[in-house]
């Protein structure tokens, strides 16, 4: 049983395009998480949410939209998508502010 | 300066040997030190998390915290080539949701 899945795991697409990433957990986790891994490899919390109320906010610019619609499901919307958006999204849950994050398997994003 | 400081590497021992990785931080907020393993196109997995200073060993790996130096470590004895593979350093405040991670190093274990 996958705990993290994310969907879809690779999407290519063009500039100024709008796409959506989606999340869901099966571990009963109240927090989840969206983080940016970049070419070099470091990643980097984007947005977090504790029962469906967003807690982190980072500056991230406005057209990345994130929606909890219940505990279990986060959702990354990105619109009129940039060559500098192309990484790898992660999603992740925890326990409130549980020190055992778990990871997806990643979101393989190209914006050409 | 960023907040947390780790060297990519790469990082290339035999095998059996002793890896040691380290990251330095600023923030003296920071109370909770975990180490996580990246493999090829794989999402991070958790291996250690410490708490505060000392020292925690779960089998191969050893974390050590000294909080009055701001300097972290993870050490793998009797290194083996499912090994390799990046690993990150993570840390946090109390109370704090937000997890800072060093830029990761890429071990390569060699047969």
């Known amino acids: 049983d996958t705990a993290v899945s994310q969907t879809p795991k690779y999407l290519v697409t063009q500039m100024g395009n709008d796409k959506s990433i989606k999340c869901e957990q099966n571990?009963?986790?109240?927090?989840m998480y969206w983080y940016k891994q970049d070419s070099k490899k470091f990643l980097k919390i984007m947005f977090s949410?504790?029962?469906?109320?967003?807690?982190i906010n980072e500056t991230v610019p406005n057209r990345f939209s994130p929606k909890s619609p219940d505990k279990a499901h986060l959702n990354l919307h990105i619109n009129s998508l940039e060559l500098g958006d192309s990484a790898v999204y992660f999603c992740?849950?925890?326990?409130?502010?549980?020190?055992?994050?778990?990871f997806g398997e990643g979101s393989w994003l190209t914006v050409v | 300066q960023k907040e947390v400081e780790q060297d990519p590497g790469p990082l290339s021992v035999p095998e059996g040997a002793i890896v040691s990785l380290n990251c330095t931080y600023s923030?003296?907020?920071?109370?909770?030190f975990m180490w996580y393993r990246q493999y090829s196109r794989k999402g991070p997995e958790l291996l250690m998390y410490?708490?505060?200073?000392g020292n925690k060993e779960d089998g191969r790996f050893t974390a050590q915290v000294d909080k009055s130096s701001k300097y972290i470590s993870l050490f793998i004895r009797d290194s083996q080539p499912s090994d390799s593979a990046t690993y990150l350093c993570?840390?946090?405040?109390?109370?704090?949701?937000?997890?800072?991670f060093g830029a990761g190093t890429t071990v390569t274990v060699r047969a």
């Open positions: 992740a849950s925890s326990v409130g502010t549980g020190n055992t994050i778990y």
């Open positions: 571990l009963g986790h109240d927090t």
């Open positions: 949410y504790n029962n469906k109320e967003l807690i």
């Open positions: 923030n003296s907020a920071f109370q909770y």
């Open positions: 410490t708490y505060s200073s």
């Open positions: 993570a840390m946090r405040s109390a109370n704090d949701y937000k997890l800072s």
